[in-house]
Nanobody
Framework: QVQLVESGGGLVQPGGSLRLSCAAS????????MGWYRQAPERQRELVAT???????NYTDSVKGRFTISGDNAKNLVYLQMNSLKPEDTAVYYC????????????WGQGTQVTVSS
């Protein structure tokens, strides 16, 4: 069992920045992929960014150059630095953990609201 807790969401003006954090606890696998997903009203859940235990990262095209995913393996923390925020970034952001050895190991946090508005 893995528990994920997101924090750092809030209300920000267009062009502003936020830093989201995800704290993982429980039975943490050594080989993993962690990611941030988001879901806006009336839209499907969308992958935003992923990071592996080895530090490889991937981003959806709409956030490339603006968002940075990073991690602190020793503390089981994953961050999403969000710069140059746009109204279309408004969504509930969810942290996700997947084992790269066991496809059935797939956990989600409760989500944190990000609202970009003037």
């Amino acid at each position: 069992q893995v528990q994920l807790v997101e924090s750092g969401g809030g209300l920000v003006q267009p062009g502003g920045s936020l830093r989201l954090s995800c704290a993982a606890s429980g039975s943490i696998f050594r080989v993993y992929t962690m990611g941030w997903y988001r879901q806006a009203p009336e839209r499907q859940r969308e992958l935003v960014a992923t990071i592996t235990n080895g530090g490889n990262t991937n981003y959806t095209d709409s956030v490339k150059g603006r968002f940075t995913i990073s991690g602190d393996n020793a503390k089981n923390l994953v961050y999403l630095q969000m710069n140059s925020l746009k109204p279309e970034d408004t969504a509930v952001y969810y942290c996700n953990f997947k084992s790269r050895y066991s496809p059935k190991v797939d956990y989600w946090g409760q989500g944190t609201q990000v609202t970009v508005s003037s």
